[in-house]
């Protein structure tokens, strides 16, 4: 029945359920690094539960005013922010006037046949933090650590959020065939491979994440 149900799960096509999810992470096809002992866990109906990293760049009132986006170099658009090293478990506190670029703590490796979907957490949604509003789609192929950009509407209030804490959940879809090229094949892939929080090389351009 086991062997039957692990077969299933490699056929399946579309968004995968909670059994399917673990099939796949079990027999390498999603690769997860690190995966906790109790990755199990993590997983629920759709999803799989990633964790916030230890370095952060906030941007501040710093370098230009202005981000233009044909022209602002990312030098220019790093000047105008900061780096934070959070140490296992540190507190960071997140205010209005702040947008956050993190990566997660796992490595995310996907197969060609498969897209990423990067979700925010209710439990954080309801108390005001926008996790990866936009561009949370990862490309068949996609190999490194999930950057985040993430801030909070809500007006006159702190919120205290912890390296290595949920930050974020994946969904993942299954394509009937691979795709021809692949993310990680891309000339003009920028970002995959990457372990640290970056802005584009060039701002006016979607590159992937």
Not at 63 to 85: C, P, W
Request: net charge negative; proline share 5%.
């Amino acid at each position: 029945m086991a062997q039957d149900k692990s077969k299933l799960a490699l056929e399946l096509t579309g968004t995968l359920p909670d059994w399917a999810i673990k099939e796949h992470i079990k027999q390498g096809i999603i690769k997860i690094d690190p995966l906790p002992d109790n990755w199990e866990d993590l997983v629920d109906e759709v999803t799989i539960d990633f964790h916030l990293g230890n370095v952060l760049k906030v941007f501040n009132r710093g370098g230009l005013d202005t981000i233009d986006t044909k022209y602002t170099s990312r030098e220019e658009i790093e000047g105008m922010m900061q780096t934070v090293y959070l140490k296992p478990g540190q507190p960071f506190i997140l205010t209005e006037n702040e947008f956050v670029i993190a990566a997660t703590k796992e490595r995310l490796t996907l197969p060609e046949n498969m897209i990423g979907q990067l979700n925010g957490k209710s439990s954080l949604a309801r108390i005001g933090v926008v996790v990866h509003s936009t561009a949370a789609r990862f490309d068949p192929g996609w190999d490194g650590c999930p950057v985040l950009e993430f801030g909070t509407f809500l007006r006159g209030k702190k919120i205290v959020i912890y390296e290595g804490s949920p930050i974020c959940a994946f969904s993942f879809e299954k394509m009937a065939s691979a795709v021809e090229r692949s993310y990680m094949s891309r000339e003009t892939s920028r970002y995959g491979g990457s372990i640290l929080p970056k802005v584009a090389d060039e701002p006016g351009v979607r590159k992937g994440k």
